[in-house]
């Protein structure tokens, strides 16, 4: 009961700086972030620049 509250708060984090009001799923994040660091990616922008050129397959 606990891990339904736990991942219910979790499931989409909000970015109030987007003015599209766009949410990401926490496991879309999270996938991202391990891929890229697992590609050598040593910061956010690293993350961000191995996110655009693997978009087709995350």
């Not at 499931?11 to 991202?32: G, M, Q, T």
């Not at 956010?44 to 087709?56: K, L, P, T, V």
Request: hydrophobic share 45%.
């Amino acid at each position: 009961m606990q891990l339904d509250a736990f991942s219910e708060f979790f499931s989409e984090p909000n970015d109030p700086c987007v003015s599209a009001k766009i949410s990401y799923p926490l496991f879309d994040i999270l996938f991202l972030t391990v891929c890229a660091i697992i590609g050598d990616s040593e910061g956010w922008e690293d993350i961000e620049d191995f996110g655009q050129a693997h978009s087709r397959w995350l």
